[in-house]
């Protein structure tokens, strides 16, 4: 029976330090869908970049400051904003990103795109006026929408680009 208490004791510990393991390497809420999002989200804005910061490694978060733009959930203000971002993907200075933060905050910050498609990075076409006054969910999709699109154009100019480079790859010769 001690041996059982043990190995139940054992078993328990290895699986919550390997559900703890699992919150660091990423996100700490998967996207499941836009709807699901966009209810979780306690808020969501368009803000401005202030902070570039670089792709990071997998598990690492990196303060960032932004400017909000625009609000479309939520209590925050148009104005300076302090967050905690997944250092994954990294933001660059000047562009506009999608931000949404489900409330799962992190000592001193208040606001952590702490999620998949929590950072999204608008297209440098987007019209943020085209979806003024649109439901949430609406706009939400909308940049998701966009996004997409763009990432499809800049992938097929790229395989494009990479067709030509593999060309211009010297041949052995054996």
Do not use: H
């Not at 699992?22 to 970049?49: H, M, N, S």
Request: include cysteine; charged fraction near 30%.
């Amino acid at each position: 029976m001690l041996m059982n208490r043990f190995a139940i004791t054992t078993a328990v510990a290895l699986a919550l330090s390997l559900v703890a393991f699992e919150c660091l390497a990423g996100p700490w809420r998967r996207f499941e869908d836009t709807a699901i999002q966009v209810e979780r989200a306690k808020d969501i804005v368009f803000a401005e970049c202030l902070s570039e910061i670089g792709p990071g490694p997998r598990t690492g978060v990196a303060p960032c400051e932004a400017k909000i733009v625009t609000v479309i959930k939520g209590d925050r203000k148009v104005g300076k904003l302090t967050l905690l971002t997944d250092g994954l993907n990294g933001l660059r200075r000047g562009r506009t990103y999608l931000l949404i933060n489900f409330g799962d905050y992190y000592g001193k910050f208040d606001f952590a795109t702490n999620g998949e498609l929590a950072t999204v990075e608008l297209p440098p076409e987007f019209d943020l006026g085209a979806i003024k006054g649109k439901a949430p969910l609406e706009q939400v999709q909308a940049v998701f929408d966009a996004r997409r699109a763009w990432v499809e154009a800049e992938w097929e100019k790229l395989g494009r680009e990479k067709k030509l480079l593999d060309k211009a790859t010297p041949k052995k010769v054996e």
